[in-house]
């Protein structure tokens, strides 16, 4: 099945640092999915984001903020490759997840003081069935500024196993030609090996080589 969407949640970053070691941060993440760092805008920056959201900002976490209360979510289906099998298709491997932490301060409106870029392939094609811890790096030019965590959930996607399994379940039933409210086809044996005798009532089922 298909991923449909991306959700993050218990957003949180510690240890972050900023030009000036006493101001106390109150900083907010803007996050967006956006082309890789090679594509640039018309005006020469990062290219435009094609998904957008920002969290609330933190007045009490300081260097530690937390948004635990708030989920980003973005729609998945623009970015999957198609294919001739949905199983099959996958996510484009140029669409990045960025992460910019934004501080703000009577001075300057907004101010960002570090960035998080993750393939949006990894957070789709690696997933599981269950949540994710995620715990990436903060950085601002060669400098780790601090530590981003956040759960990752992707909707909509069967795990792998669960894809197989149905898969062979499908496959068994158009090589037994049952359908949906039929699971198997009583009316034939398509096994080379015969059926057993149903139990007679009162007597304890025959084992295979009593009954041949």
């Not at 956006?34 to 005006?43: E, I």
């Amino acid at each position: 099945m298909e991923a449909t969407s991306l959700e993050l949640t218990q957003l949180s970053c510690t240890g972050l640092k900023s030009f000036n070691f006493f101001l106390k941060l109150s900083p907010y993440l803007a996050v967006s999915v956006v082309p890789g760092p090679d594509h640039k805008s018309r005006r020469g920056g990062d290219a435009d984001p094609v998904q957008f959201q920002e969290t609330p900002v933190d007045y009490v976490g300081n260097r530690n903020p937390v948004w635990e209360n708030y989920t980003v979510s973005f729609d998945l289906r623009p970015y999957f490759i198609s294919s001739q099998s949905s199983a099959n298709s996958r996510v484009s491997g140029d669409r990045y997840v960025k992460f910019v932490v934004q501080i703000t301060c009577p001075v300057f409106r907004s101010r960002p003081i570090g960035e998080v870029w993750i393939p949006l392939r990894e957070l789709v094609e690696e997933f599981s069935g269950a949540p994710r811890l995620m715990n990436y790096k903060v950085k601002s030019a060669d400098e780790v500024v601090g530590i981003l965590h956040f759960s990752s959930t992707v909707k909509g996607k069967q795990p792998e196993g669960m894809a197989r399994a149905a898969s062979a379940v499908a496959s068994r039933r158009w090589r037994t030609g049952a359908t949906n409210n039929t699971p198997y086809d009583t009316t034939s044996n398509p096994s080379p090996w015969p059926l057993l005798p149903e139990p007679q009532p009162g007597r304890m089922p025959a084992r295979y080589e009593d009954v041949f």
